[in-house]
């Protein structure tokens, strides 16, 4: 059981993939934070909105200059999914790149206005900030991806079993209705009958 969550930031979905991973009992797996580690090193990742400060615009320079950084990030999840067998993944690329037949893949997402109001409460910012950022981050993301595999993160979303748009949803209804998604997925496509869910 595989659940690969994608989605831009401040479409919830790092908070969704930690409740996922809770409530069904698996690792919980981000692609954001073994690429902050292996660039800021452990301060960066006690701090969630790194990647929209300046350690995160030295780091996407760095991203743009040297794709080994990206690669070796996919590589490590990659072979993480496999070992671990039941895993969440939170990364913008494992619903493109991980071949795998217990696989479900989520794309999340959400009115620029409403990222950028969830970003500027998480970091304390102004939502104006926050949505220049995020723009900025966005853009670049998408041209790496491009560069380094081909794929049109956001736009391609042929990968995704499931495309929800959480502008209008709190954090608990999007639990909700990507759980009650995930059980049907695995118990009825899959038919590996009841998940063992452990929800804390």
Known sequence: MKICLTGFTGTGKSTLARRLA?????????GGNVLKKLIGGEEALSDPGWWEREGGKRAMELRKQDPSFD????????RLAMER????????TMAYLLEADDKVAIFLKADLGVRAERVAKR????????KVAILRKDAETK????????????EDLS?????????????????????????YWFNVR???GDLNDKEE
């Not at 690669?71 to 990659?78: A, G, K, P, S, T």
């Not at 067998?85 to 913008?92: P, Y």
């Open 143 to 154: 041209k790496i991806y491009l560069s380094l595999y081909g794929f049109r993160l956001g």
């Open 159 to 183: 990968p995704f079993n499931l495309v929800l748009d959480t502008t209008r949803l709190s954090a608990d209804e999007t639990f909700d209705v990507v759980r009650r998604f995930i059980d």
């Open 123 to 130: 970091d304390g910012t102004s939502v104006e900030e926050a």
């Open 22 to 30: 809770a409530h069904y009992g698996l690792d919980y797996v981000s």
């Open 85 to 92: 067998g039941d895993v969440v993944l939170d990364s913008w």
């Open 190 to 192: 899959l038919g590996r």
């Open 71 to 78: 690669r070796r990030v996919d590589e490590e999840l990659i």
